[in-house]
């Protein structure tokens, strides 16, 4: 099966069988075809959808496109907080209890998506968002507060997340901004995974699908909150073992046996978050065309370093220096490489993603054990070469019992 390498992997739909075409790295047309499992009727959301077929949701109000215009000041340029393929977003205002439009700097704020009014693709996704976010609640899932969906207008209103997404604080870079922190960047990755946790441990599973650092949105404090749920799906149910879906997402981030076979399963979210924790780490993208030949894709380049204990250290992002301990950081390097192995079977739940990531959090005052034990060996041991403070530290620690990456269940 071909791959479309496109930024976005996007089918028209995905509940239909049929055909896409798009092109390879070399510039060909190839195809993309899969075809598609029906889900239960049963499940929530049912799927496939039914034009304007919306779940009833008491916590969702159904706003008019006239409330959201006055809410928007008209959809104003200057209120524009963040532009995608999808449409714009737009920053709002709406009185906290009644969620009637109210003027500029009165009441609560709302982030506003307008959707493009163009394509049946763009529909399906606006309703599987409203059908998962109205049914779903949970501390790390952005909170939908109601929608539009008037004539051909399709809006979505969620609650304002202040500091934007993961992705700008990770990646922007300039002496006016201050890299993330190791501690902030690890409670950012502990919250995304007890979002995802939690929908696949819920009563029907959902399967993510788009896991990604743009995606995981902030609020004032870096609490994260998951949000575009519009290529969720149901999980398998039954004696079922995947759902077979056509292949979409975004490139990179993607479980390489679902972009083969079209087969999803909790454990291609698995894999995408293993993604996303390695660009934790590295503060590198999962691709980035302006890296040397051989580092573009950050996994194959990460990979080679995350087998071998001692060299996994060095995809960490060297502005993190001192702020991490040994053990802490070979903790979560070797949950990345446990999340990115290439047999599904071998990736870790996420509910065991995120015990092994409490165990980091609870390791930081190893920090204090690392530098003190640094201190003395510089002491004791001033001319016997240039060792690094994390050889030394992995020695003393007796670090070599820690475990290599396997098929065994995370460490302890």
């Known amino acids: 099966m071909g791959i479309c390498l496109s930024n976005q992997i996007k089918a028209k739909s995905p509940f239909h069988t049929g055909v896409i075409s798009c092109k390879n790295v070399s510039g060909n047309e190839i195809e993309l075809s899969n075809s598609s499992s029906k889900a239960s009727s049963a499940s929530i959301p049912s799927t496939p959808w039914r034009e304007g077929e919306i779940l009833q949701s008491p916590n969702l109000k159904s706003f008019t496109f006239s409330d959201l215009k006055a809410a928007t000041r008209n959809f104003r340029p200057d209120s524009v907080l ?59 899932l952005v909170k939908l507060i109601g929608y539009c969906l008037e004539d051909d207008h399709r809006v979505l209103v969620y609650e304002f997340m202040p500091k934007g997404s993961m992705e700008n604080h990770l990646f922007r870079r300039g002496s006016y901004f201050q890299p993330l922190s190791w501690s902030l960047r690890m409670k950012i ?38 949000s575009d749920f519009g ?94 301990s040994t053990s802490q950081a070979l903790k979560a390097a070797t949950l990345a490489l446990q999340c990115l192995f290439m047999e599904p079977k071998l990736r870790p739940k996420m509910n065991e993603v995120v015990t092994a990531l409490e165990q980091v959090q609870e390791s930081k005052n190893a920090l204090k054990i690392d530098q003190n034990i ?39």
């Not at 982030?111 to 790390?140: D, F, M, S």
């Not at 999803?264 to 590295?282: A, P």
């Not at 201190?375 to 820690?402: C, D, F, I, L, M």
């Open 82 to 140: 963040g532009e995608g393929g999808f449409g714009s977003v737009y920053k709002g205002w709406v009185d906290e209890h009644s969620l009637a439009a109210s003027k500029p700097g009165v009441g609560m704020v709302i982030a506003v998506k307008r959707l493009n009014q163009e394509g049946w693709q763009g529909h399906r996704e606006c309703l599987a968002e409203i059908n998962y976010l109205g049914q779903l609640r949970h501390p790390n």
């Open 189 to 226: 990755a502990l919250g995304a995974a007890r979002g995802l946790a939690f929908l696949h441990n819920a009563e029907t599973k959902v399967i993510y699908r788009d896991f990604k650092t743009s995606n995981i949105l902030l609020d004032s404090n870096y609490n994260v909150k998951l």
């Open 231 to 324: 290529l969720a799906r149901d999980g398998p149910t039954g004696d079922k073992s995947h759902v077979s879906t056509r292949v979409m997402g975004t490139y990179g981030y993607t479980a390489p046996e679902y972009l083969s076979t079209g087969h999803l399963t909790v454990k291609s979210d698995v894999y995408s978050f293993g993604v996303v924790l390695l660009e934790i780490l590295s503060g590198k993208k999962a691709i980035d065309k302006n890296r040397p030949s051989g580092e573009r894709n950050l996994v194959e380049w990460a990979k080679p370093y995350l087998i071998k204990k001692r060299r996994m250290l060095r995809v960490l992002d060297p502005r993190l220096e001192g702020q991490y």
């Open 374 to 412: 640094h201190k003395s060996n510089q002491h004791s041991q001033p001319h016997k070469g240039h060792r690094s403070y994390q050889s030394s530290a992995e020695e003393t620690r007796g670090v070599t019992a820690y475990p290599r990456p396997s098929a065994s269940p995370l460490y302890a």
